[in-house]
C-alpha cells in the first residue's frame, strides 16, 4: 500500500559525503517506522538507521556519528545524510517502511565508497 523510491546513490571517495532520499507514495504520517538497510555482495540485508513518527532515531554502531536520518512527513520524504564515508560502506541502501506487521521495500539505490 505503499510505494518507495529511492535516489542518491553513486561513487563516492572515502571520507566524502552522499545524502540519500527516500520518496514515499503516500503520507507517511501514520507511519511508525521508517529507515534504511543496506546489503553488500555476499551478506544480510542490515540495519542502517531508523526514525519514529515520534522522532526516536536509531543507527547501527558502524555508522553512529557519520550518518543521520531525517523524516519530512510534509513532504513524504525520509533521507540519509552519509558523512565520512568508508569503503565497508559500499551497498545497495534500501528504504523501509514498517506499519501493520508489514515491511515495505524500495528498489535500492547503489552506493560506492572507492578512491
Known amino acids: 500500500q505503499v510505494q518507495l523510491v529511492e535516489s542518491g546513490g553513486g561513487l563516492v571517495q572515502p571520507g566524502g559525503s552522499l545524502r540519500l532520499s527516500c520518496a514515499a507514495s503516500r503520507s507517511i504520517l501514520s507511519i511508525y517506522n521508517m529507515g534504511w538497510y543496506r546489503q553488500a555482495p555476499g551478506k544480510q540485508r542490515e540495519l542502517v538507521a531508523t526514525a519514529t513518527s515520534g522522532g526516536r532515531t536509531n543507527f547501527a554502531d558502524s555508522v553512529q556519528g557519520r550518518f543521520t536520518i531525517s523524516r519530512d512527513d510534509a513532504k513524504n520524504m525520509v533521507y540519509l545524510q552519509m558523512n565520512k564515508v568508508k569503503p565497508e560502506d559500499t551497498a545497495v541502501y534500501y528504504c523501509?517502511?514498517?506499519?501493520?506487521?508489514?515491511?515495505?521495500w524500495g528498489q535500492g539505490t547503489q552506493v560506492t565508497v572507492s578512491s
Open positions: 523501509n517502511a514498517f506499519f501493520n506487521g508489514v515491511s515495505y
